[in-house]
């Protein structure tokens, strides 16, 4: 019997974070997104598509959300994504009663995940360097595309 | 110079409609939408992808949204769908600052058309009967597809 090692929160952001630097690569908004299950599996991941595909509809969240396929629920799974979310994807945690949110940091951007703890959502906040780094790149290097994918000024 | 007119809410949901019955049609969850512009035209249109596509991530106002393209910004424009939305579509609604909702029915769900208005939305609740028949038609039928694309019993 092989026992699969439940990841930790700082593992969890690491595979969200490679799909985050893949988004920057591709010249996306870099924001990704995991959805772990209840045992630790991945069951899928994603980045921000709205440069790469047109489409204003997948936010990193959605991306790994639509990555993990059909479930019948969620129960036991973790969200885990690089930055807070904005009320898009936090609507999608809350309405599919995601039970755990993992964020990467919410310096650059003023997120939900407040408003998901308030809820019952179990939220760890990492506060990670190198997520508020690549985050504030993007915001510098492209701020009109960045503005657009939160729907303008805070 | 031809003035474009403005459609009604009834003739905006009729888009909508025309959308939910393709996806009846195709197997699908029967939620449409469309997403109209300041002076009327419309931006797009869908349904929900659930079925279709086997994507979660995709339901009526989320496929309208996408169809329309990227914007800079959603000033003036109304989404229109046949059943008041769920969290995940209400927060796409709020996060982009959708002004004005337009919603068929809220009989068969109990959808978040009622937040969106306390956070500023202008919204219109019709009470389609059509709608409301479409919806609990799929709900006989499909029971579990329907509780599925909810996140579960309410």
């Known amino acids: 019997m092989t026992l699969h090692p439940v990841p930790t929160p700082t593992e969890?952001?690491?595979?969200?974070?490679a799909a985050a630097r893949t988004?920057?690569?591709?010249?996306?908004?870099?924001?990704g997104a995991a959805l772990f299950g209840p045992d630790g599996e991945l069951l899928?991941?994603?980045?921000?598509?709205?440069?790469q595909d047109?489409?204003?509809?997948t936010h990193g969240e959605t991306a790994?959300?639509?990555?993990?396929g059909r479930r019948p629920d969620y129960a036991g799974t973790t969200m885990v994504t690089t930055l807070s979310p904005c009320f898009f994807c936090?609507?999608?945690i809350r309405q599919f009663r995601?039970?755990?949110?993992?964020?990467?940091?919410?310096?650059?951007f003023g997120g939900q995940h407040a408003w998901l703890a308030e809820h019952g959502v179990e939220v760890t906040l990492l506060d990670d360097p190198e997520c508020a780094e690549l985050m504030s790149r993007f915001a510098k290097e492209q701020p009109e595309t960045w503005l657009e994918d939160i729907g303008g000024p805070e």
Chains 1, 2 share one sequence.
């Open 23 to 31: 988004g920057y690569e591709e010249g996306g908004v870099p924001v």
């Open 12 to 17: 969890m952001l690491a595979v969200a974070l």
């Open 90 to 92: 936090a609507g999608l």
């Open 54 to 57: 047109g489409d204003p509809a």
């Open 64 to 68: 790994a959300f639509r990555a993990a």
């Open 98 to 108: 995601i039970p755990r949110l993992v964020v990467g940091e919410a310096r650059t």
């Open 44 to 51: 899928g991941s994603g980045q921000n598509r709205r440069v």
